[in-house]
Nanobody, 127 residues
């Protein structure tokens, strides 16, 4: 019923920028927050950024703070990740995720917070 689709990935040189988009669809879809995670082969899925719709609070991983910006439109069930000053270590498969449930405090950095996931968008940063 709920589908999340990422777009905007690609290949970029170090120092460049990319903007990822994630659109959620489904007539019954609603979320209390959305986030971005990334993963490389052999590593755990890593938190990148998240936004809580009720408070508009945003949180970021230390590794991307100051370079990435998460934004979105809850009414449109859409979230974005603006990535600037990209580094080769940012290379990963980026996943969009949505939390569905009660509007209440929750651990925004945890993968277990989110129940709906996209298929991933590849971001490759060349040196």
């Amino acid at each position: 019923q709920v589908q999340l689709v990422e777009s905007g990935g690609g290949l970029v040189q170090a120092g460049g920028s990319l903007r990822l988009s994630c659109a959620a669809s489904g007539r019954t879809f609603s979320s209390t927050g959305m986030g971005w995670f990334r993963q490389t082969p052999g590593k755990e899925r890593e938190f990148v950024a998240a936004i809580a719709w009720s408070s508009r609070m945003t949180v970021y991983a230390d590794s991307v703070k100051g370079r990435f910006t998460i934004s979105g439109d809850n009414a449109k069930n859409t979230v974005y990740l603006q990535m600037n000053s990209l580094k080769p270590e940012d290379t990963a498969l980026y996943y969009c995720a949505a939390r569905m449930g009660l509007v209440a405090p929750y651990p925004m950095r945890s993968t277990t917070t989110y129940s709906a996931w996209g298929q991933g968008a590849q971001v490759t940063v060349s040196s």
